[in-house]
């Protein structure tokens, strides 16, 4: 059994950057057999696809949220991190990490394409 966990502060004030980790533990895995996935819902939103890291370590980031992301990953550690810059209230959200054999960019359906997701953790953006 594959287990995600993300981690970081629940509360970032406006215009600071929002930090947080996933860490994978569990059953054996192979950091380079996936990629690496954050995803998103605000408070009665649908889902939204925040950006991949690849298996070679490449990024796939949302057009709409490219200038302000950041991931990295290291797959020693079997971490994967998230930097989001200068958020703003509309950003408060459940943040999940989740990770996939196979990707497609943007993904169709978040509920599915994803094989294992973390529990999520919930940001407010407030002063």
């Known amino acids: 059994q594959v287990q995600l966990q993300e981690s970081g502060p629940g509360l970032v004030k406006p215009s600071q950057t929002l930090s947080l980790t996933c860490t994978v533990s569990?059953?054996?895995?192979?950091?380079?057999?996936?990629?690496w996935t954050w995803i998103r819902q605000p408070p009665g939103k649908d889902l939204e696809w925040m950006g991949s890291i690849g298996k070679e370590g490449s990024n796939y980031n949302s057009p709409s949220l490219k200038s302000r992301t950041s991931i990295s990953r290291d797959t020693s550690r079997n971490q994967f991190y998230l930097q989001l810059s200068s958020v703003t209230p509309e950003d408060t959200a459940v943040y999940y990490c989740?990770?996939?054999?196979?990707?497609?960019?943007?993904?169709?359906?978040?509920?599915?394409?994803?094989?294992?997701w973390g529990q999520g953790t919930r940001v407010t953006v407030s002063s």
């Open positions: 569990g059953e054996s895995i192979t950091p380079s057999d996936y990629y």
């Open positions: 989740a990770i996939s054999k196979r990707l497609r960019v943007p993904p169709r359906n978040l509920a599915s394409e994803f094989d294992y």
